[in-house]
């Protein structure tokens, strides 16, 4: 599905170039669930920025599906982000001025999905998130866990391939972090692709793929140690 | 999607109260004024022009021409019997109809007498010249002269819910009782047409009146008593220019290969702003205040408009993480845009109710300001609501679309990594926008002292007569006994001269003459002629150079004797004037030029010619400080000369200030839209100030750590604030100097535009922008360094 062949990325200053990721390789399969991990400052957000079309590579290929998604239109961009994958930020990143229902209800409003299949939709989520009561309140008014949740119930609304997760339980307590990641999990058992970023060895483990960054460099991409287990059992 | 982004833009402006509240005020401050004067305007351009027919109706027009030729003066009075030529003449008239207010009409309701105001002698094709619509026979309406046609207003008034139409009503009319036959009732007259009535009467009615002022004239037929306003309508593709030339051939056959009188016709759409020169009684409005008014409301509106686009990108990082997640949601350039449109939109639209409300209150102001009642005229009410509605829609989008296309832009990423470069504190754009409304509020500033000084300089440069302590008698048409009035004020001691002319100084008339001049046979000179008595003169302090004064003594005096200024000595060409003939006498004295009328004019060459009869003004030169004790006095022997008229007086102070009034006006309303520029501008500044203050406590935080002082953190504000105004006091200064000249150009006597108006404008500016600056960056300095750095 997602294939980057000798991806850099660097900023040009005055005497010398500093690379943020170099001649990074990497092909996510259908279904897959990737944790990338690295201290901070190896280059795993670019490379999530990259994946998600929100950021454009320096040198290198990009591919979903077989199509170069390298010098896209803005419009093409925009028509991935509407129909393709859903974005989770550590910071949450929910739209203050809205509350619990409208912030998921956003993307498909930009989808042009109609109010009536609009309202079935987000309702059914709600529902799964167990968030009905709260669906009239504002993110302030929300716990960081129970807002991550909108985060994710607004990412996958539109029904996406592909979930891309930025440190989604960086600003979360352990517990709620565990309650996220199981939601991640579940997700991806129903045959959704994830890629996440994470400090976190524990959540990371989450991941079937675990892809190690140092200074932009890929220097580990193994299955996950359960992955294996269950493979040999 | 719209329900999205109004609720989106309606909880953002609920949670940011402060900047919402700025903008909004401000916005409504700017649309409350443009409203008034928008008002003004609208009621003034849709003059008349209610008219379907209006491009081939025409009034006719009379240019007198004096016997040397030159053209003296337009009325739009015509002679009665010019319209039954016209009728019979004129292939290309329709329709014509003179018309003549009657004075005096009064109808009777119940016992009592009531006047008409405007009771208007007329023809019948009045009504298919202006298609004004009739209920009752209009095609014979005025057959009988004691017939009536009446507006809806006064058959409501005189026949209440009933038809009036073959009912009879009495009338005073030239001082008798008559029956009068109702023939028909017309729909009211619209407010804003140089034609009202209240009822038609037949023309010769006014006719009688007139024949019995001027026993000796039979006006109907007279071509040279020029009483009635005669209206026209021309055929579709009428040929204006021919019609001239019938006209032409119309003056030859009546007044002969010498004529007297040019007639011309000037359209129903000229009639109200194109009329400045026009002797006419109908009410005309300025075309140059109308557009000093709109250059006045534009500059409001873009001092609006700047102040939100200056807030909006501001305050936008608060906007920027939102556009950074919807982005990420699919949300595309365009959309962003909309959205970002709507709100500013939604927030003009929040003002408009606001600006109609401010509006409606400072309208009784305004009226005091633009000396004119501002009527909300039914007609053009729709016109008001489209044009309040567009100009806010306007100034919404015209606003929001530079703020949204620059938030539109900004890169994802970017904004949701917190490292956005969004509400810069230096944006070019927004500075260039700050020293904009600082040159238009400067420009304002400088203006006004310019105006008010000039205002100043005309009412206190001496005039070369006596500008205080003189008492103006009008002495009304009527013309009373002066002599023996003047000779019983002269006996009081207060009293130290007295004396009358034709009109008192400056004068607002004039009546030239021309003379052949002295040395140049071929050359003609205009001379003004004033006709005084024989204390004139020396009441009104004019000095003497050279030669006498009349005198009472010299019998050949009133007709044969004339005193010249300086000013008539150089364009004449004379060398040693007195004793020079003239005219049919001699130069008898010579005077010191003074300004004859206002400053707006050159001193021109004058001609004093000496009288008892001119006398319409008196002049009382008086001692200092005895007005209050003397006022009654002079009106008690008033009252012995004339005791059933009106005792009109004026010092020399208040007669000079009316001349003034346009002047002073200007200033008044220049002065308070500065005061709204001020306001709003300001507004601006603060709430722009605030949001620096806010986004820099870190900054200010690490700085004090650093060992920085209040007064370093204060002055650094400071300055930053104080650099647009110095650029945009510069700028202001070529850009008023370049109005006010044009505007100084009226006058001929007027004050140099030196440094210091833009000195005090600058010194304004700075002082009202530090005051905003101040607040802000004085709570900035007291930030304790430990809260400021603990914030993220």
């Given at each position: 599905?997602?294939?980057?062949k ?5 900023y ?21 669930f ?15 920025n ?13 591919s979903?599906?077989e ?7 803005e ?25 619990v ?9 930009y ?10 939709m ?18 302030q008014q929300l ?25 989604p339980t960086?600003?979360?307590?352990s ?6 990641m ?14 996440q ?7 990371a483990?989450y ?23 269950s493979?040999?059992? | ?5 109004l ?43 209610g008219?379907?027919n ?5 009034r006719v027009?009379?240019n ?21 030529s ?29 006047p ?34 009446l ?14 139409v ?27 047409s ?23 004239e039979n006006?109907e ?31 030859k ?13 000037q ?13 006419s ?44 997640i919807r982005k ?45 009642k ?13 044009v ?6 306007l ?15 900004l890169?994802v ?20 926008l ?6 238009i ?40 006994d ?20 034709v ?18 046979k ?60 003239i ?44 007005l209050?004790?003397?006022?009654p006095?002079i009106?008690?022997?008033?009252k012995k000369i ?6 009109n ?15 002073k ?46 007064s ?12 647009p105004?110095?650029?945009?006091s ?20 007027k004050i ?14 700075i ?7 101040f607040f ?8 304790n360094?430990?809260?400021a750095?603990?914030?993220?």
């Amino acid at each position: 599905m997602i294939y980057l062949k000798n991806i850099d990325k660097y900023y040009d200053s005055k005497f010398q170039r500093t690379f943020v990721l170099k001649a990074v390789n990497l092909e996510v399969k259908e279904g897959e669930f990737v944790s990338i991990m690295g201290p901070s400052g190896s280059g795993k957000s670019t490379l999530l920025n990259i994946i998600g079309l929100l950021d454009a590579p320096s040198a290198g290929e990009y591919s979903l599906y077989e199509k170069s998604v390298l010098d896209l239109k803005e419009k093409a961009k925009v028509d991935y982000h509407r129909n393709f994958m859903g974005f989770i930020f550590q910071a949450y990143h929910l739209i203050e001025e809205m509350t619990v229902y409208e912030n998921i209800e956003t993307p498909l409003i930009y989808k042009g999905v109609k109010s009536k299949d609009r309202q079935a939709m987000v309702a059914d989520l709600l529902d799964r998130f167990n968030m009905v009561a709260k669906k009239d309140l504002f993110p302030q008014q929300l716990s960081g866990g129970q807002q991550q949740l909108v985060g994710i119930a607004r990412a996958i609304i539109g029904k996406p391939k592909l979930l891309l997760a930025d440190e989604p339980t960086g600003n979360l307590q352990s517990t709620q972090g565990e309650m996220i990641m199981e939601t991640l999990k579940a997700l991806n058992d129903e045959g959704m692709t994830i890629i996440q970023v994470t400090h976190n060895e524990k959540f990371a483990e989450y991941g079937k793929r675990i892809i190690r960054l140092e200074d932009g460099i890929i220097r580990g991409d193994k299955m996950n140690k359960t992955e294996f287990a269950s493979v040999k059992d | 999607m719209f329900r999205n982004y109004l609720k989106s833009a309606l909880r953002f402006l609920k949670r940011n109260k402060l900047f919402a509240g700025i903008n909004i005020l401000g916005l409504s401050l700017a649309l409350a004024a443009t409203f008034i004067i928008l008002l003004f305007v609208i009621n003034e351009l849709s003059y008349n022009n209610g008219y379907k027919n209006r491009k081939q109706i025409y009034r006719v027009l009379v240019n007198y021409v004096d016997y040397s030729g030159t053209e003296a003066g337009t009325d739009d009075e015509a002679p009665y019997a010019l319209s039954k030529s016209i009728k019979d003449e004129f292939s290309q008239v329709k329709y014509v109809a003179r018309v003549r207010n009657m004075k005096g009409f009064q109808i009777k309701l119940k016992d009592e007498f009531i006047p008409i105001r405007d009771a208007v002698g007329s023809d019948s094709q009045i009504f298919k010249i202006f298609d004004i619509p009739v209920d009752g026979d209009q095609d014979n309406i005025h057959d009988n002269p004691n017939s009536i046609v009446l507006s809806r207003k006064q058959a409501q008034k005189f026949f209440p819910d009933e038809n009036p139409v073959g009912k009879e009503i009495v009338a005073l009319v030239n001082d008798k009782e008559e029956v009068f036959l109702v023939k028909g009732v017309f729909d009211d007259i619209r407010v804003n047409s140089t034609l009202q009535a209240d009822c038609f009467i037949n023309s010769t009615l006014p006719l009688e009146r007139l024949n019995k002022k001027f026993k000796d004239e039979n006006v109907e037929t007279n071509w040279r008593s020029n009483y009635w306003i005669t209206w026209l309508l021309l055929n579709k593709n009428a040929d204006v220019a021919s019609l001239d030339k019938q006209l032409r051939e119309l003056e030859k056959k009546v007044y002969g290969e010498k004529d007297r009188y040019d007639f011309s016709v000037q359209n129903l759409t000229e009639v109200y702003l194109n009329s400045q020169e026009i002797n006419s009684s109908a009410s005309q409005g300025s075309m140059k205040n109308i557009r000093i008014f709109s250059a006045i409301a534009l500059l409001i509106i873009i001092v609006a408009a700047f102040n939100y686009i200056i807030l909006s990108t501001a305050v936008s990082t608060g906007r920027a993480k939102e556009i950074g997640i919807r982005k990420t949601n699919g949300a595309s350039i365009q959309s962003i845009r909309e959205q970002l449109l709507n709100e500013s939109v939604v927030l003009a639209m929040l003002a408009l109710p606001i600006a109609l409300l401010l509006a409606w209150q400072g309208k009784p102001y305004a009226e005091d300001l633009f000396q004119t009642k501002l009527l909300i005229i039914n007609s053009n009410i729709a016109i008001y609501a489209v044009v309040y509605m567009s100009l806010t829609l306007l100034i919404g989008l015209a606003s929001g679309l530079y703020t949204s296309s620059i938030l539109s832009k900004l890169k994802v990423i970017s904004i949701l990594k917190n490292s956005a470069q969004t509400g810069k504190r230096k944006s070019r754009v927004r500075f260039a926008l700050i020293v904009v409304q600082l040159v238009i509020f400067c420009s304002f500033i400088s203006s006004t002292l310019i105006i008010r000084s000039q205002y100043q300089y005309a009412l206190e440069k001496d005039p070369g007569y006596r500008n205080k302590d003189i008492l103006f008698i009008d002495m009304g048409k009527s013309s009373p006994d002066s002599k023996a009035f003047i000779n019983s004020i002269k006996s009081y001691p207060n009293v130290i001269s007295a004396g009358g002319a034709v009109e008192a100084l400056p004068r607002l008339g004039s009546l030239p003459y021309n003379y052949e001049h002295f040395q140049d046979k071929s050359k003609k000179v205009s001379v003004e002629i004033l006709g005084v008595d024989y204390d004139f003169i020396e009441t009104m302090g004019i000095h003497l150079l050279e030669g006498r004064s009349f005198s009472r003594e010299f019998s050949s005096d009133p007709e044969h004797s004339f005193i010249i200024n300086e000013a008539a000595v150089k364009a004449l060409g004379i060398t040693e004037p007195i004793g020079k003939p003239i005219d049919n006498g001699k130069i008898i004295g010579v005077v010191k030029d003074f300004n004859v009328h206002s400053l707006h004019s050159n001193i021109p060459p004058l001609m004093f010619v000496v009288s008892d009869a001119f006398v319409l003004q008196v002049a009382i030169h008086h001692k200092p400080g005895t007005l209050k004790n003397l006022l009654p006095l002079i009106e008690a022997e008033w009252k012995k000369i004339a005791p059933d008229q009106p005792f009109n007086f004026k010092t020399v102070e208040e007669y000079n200030k009316e001349i003034y009034t346009a002047e002073k006006n200007l200033s008044v309303i220049i002065s308070i839209f500065t005061l709204f520029s001020l306001l709003i501008a300001s507004l601006g500044l603060f709430g722009l100030t605030l949001f620096i203050t806010t986004s820099r406590t870190k900054e200010i935080g690490v700085k004090k750590v650093l060992g920085s002082s209040g007064s370093t953190i204060i002055y650094s504000f400071l300055k930053e604030n104080f650099i647009p105004v110095f650029i945009a006091s510069a700028l202001s200064v070529p850009i008023t100097w370049y109005f006010m000249n044009k505007w100084l150009s009226n006058f001929s006597y007027k004050i140099p535009i030196s440094l210091w108006f833009f000195a005090v404008a600058f010194i304004v500016a700075i002082a009202v922008v530090g005051a905003t600056v101040f607040f802000h960056s004085w709570k900035a300095s007291r930030i304790n360094p430990v809260e400021a750095l603990r914030y993220e």
